[in-house]
C-alpha cells in the first residue's frame, strides 16, 4: 500500500489527487520525537513536510521505507538533502508555486510602513474616534512607491515576480543576484489582453545596497545584511525581509532602526521562530508577520497541485526501476 504522511498538512485539492492515484494519505500532525515510530509503525514511504518538520540524518537513516521527502514550499533548509539523496531518497519541492504570494507580501509590508498603516492600525481602535484630527496629522506624512528605487537581492522566481509589481507601481528596479546576469520578464495586463516584455540585467551588491530607497530579500540563507551592509545604504532606507530568519542581522537592524539609518523594516521571517525578539515584535518602525509569505489560498492549491503531481511522477519512476 502507497501510504503518505502529510505531516505539516495538504490542500485538499492535492491529498484528492494523491488518493485517486492510489495513495493513502494521512494529515494527522505527529509531533518531531515521534515521527520515526509513527513512519515505522504505519510504513508510510512518503513524507510531506512545510518549514515546520524537520527531517535530518536521524530520520532518513531510521526510515528505511522513506522512498520520498516531498517539501511544501521553495526552500529545503529543514531537510539535509544531499544526504537522503545519497540514500536513495527523491527530494521533491515546489519553487514557482507560491512566488506571486511572497512579492504580494513584500508590498503589503512596504505599503504599510510607507503609508504608516501598522501604527496607524493600533492607535486608531483606540482613540480615533476621540483624536481623529490629531491622528489624521499625525499619520499625514507618508510618501509614495513611484519613482522609488526598490532593490532586490535574489532575482531567482520570488524576486522577479516582486520586479514585475515595482515597475506596474512606475518603481526603477536594481537587482542583485550572483547566479543570474538577466532575466527576461513577461508582464500581463489581462484587462487589455496585452503584455509587457521587460529584461533586467542585474548589477553588483553595492550598487544595489547604495542606491536603493527600499532593500527586499530574497535568497535562501546566510549573512546577508549586517551593519557593514547598513552602513552603505541611503539614510532612511527601507528594508523588507521575507525570506529567510538570520538574513539580516537583528541586532544590528534594531540600533539602524533605532538610529534613524533605517527608516521602517518588515518582517515575515525571525531567528528564533517560534520565539522572535519582542522587540523587534513592538517596534514601532516595523511591520511584521508571523512567517506567511507563501501562505494564501491561492498558493496552497498551487502548492498541493504541484507536489502531487511530483510525487506521483517520481513514485511512478520509482516502481518501473525497483
Do not use: W
Not at 48 to 60: N, Y
Amino acid at each position: 500500500m502507497k501510504k503518505i504522511l502529510a505531516n505539516d498538512g495538504i490542500d485538499k485539492i492535492g491529498k484528492e489527487l494523491l488518493e485517486k492515484a492510489g495513495f493513502v494519505v494521512d494529515t494527522e500532525k505527529i509531533s518531531q520525537d515521534k515521527l520515526i515510530d509513527i513512519i515505522n509503525e504505519k510504513e508510510y514511504s512518503v513524507l510531506i513536510v512545510r518549514s515546520a518538520t524537520q527531517v535530518r540524518k536521524d530520520i532518513i537513516d531510521a526510515c528505511p521505507n522513506l522512498k520520498i521527502i516531498a517539501r511544501g514550499g521553495v526552500g529545503m533548509d529543514n531537510i539535509d538533502v544531499e544526504y537522503a539523496k545519497q540514500k536513495g531518497i527523491v527530494v521533491i519541492n515546489t519553487p514557482a508555486a507560491s512566488s506571486h504570494s511572497v512579492a504580494e507580501l513584500v508590498f503589503a509590508h512596504l505599503l504599510s510602513l510607507v503609508r504608516k498603516v501598522h501604527l496607524s492600525n493600533r492607535e486608531m481602535p483606540l482613540s480615533g474616534n476621540k483624536e481623529f484630527n490629531t491622528l489624521k496629522k499625525k499619520y499625514s506624512d507618508g510618501i509614495e512607491l513611484k519613482d522609488k528605487t526598490i532593490g532586490i537581492i535574489g532575482f531567482g522566481r520570488i524576486g522577479q515576480e516582486v520586479a514585475k509589481i515595482a515597475i506596474g507601481l512606475q518603481m526603477n528596479v536594481l537587482a542583485y543576484d550572483p547566479y543570474v546576469s538577466s532575466a527576461e520578464l513577461e508582464i500581463l495586463f489581462p484587462q487589455v489582453n496585452k503584455k509587457l516584455d521587460v529584461t533586467i540585467t542585474t548589477t553588483t551588491l553595492d550598487d544595489v545596497l547604495i542606491n536603493s530607497d527600499f532593500i527586499t530579500l530574497h535568497v535562501p540563507g546566510g549573512d546577508i545584511i549586517s551593519k557593514k551592509e547598513i552602513e552603505k545604504m541611503k539614510q532612511g532606507v527601507f528594508i523588507i525581509n521575507a525570506s529567510r530568519g538570520g538574513v539580516v542581522n537583528e541586532n544590528d537592524l534594531l540600533e539602524a532602526l533605532n538610529t534613524g539609518k533605517v527608516a521602517g523594516a518588515g518582517l515575515d521571517v525571525f531567528m528564533n521562530e517560534p520565539t522572535p525578539d519582542s522587540k523587534l515584535l513592538s517596534h514601532s518602525k516595523v511591520s511584521v508577520t508571523p512567517h506567511i509569505g507563501a501562505s494564501t489560498k491561492e498558493a496552497q492549491q498551487r502548492i498541493a497541485v504541484e507536489l502531487s503531481e511530483k510525487i506521483i511522477q517520481a513514485y511512478s519512476k520509482l516502481q518501473i526501476h525497483s
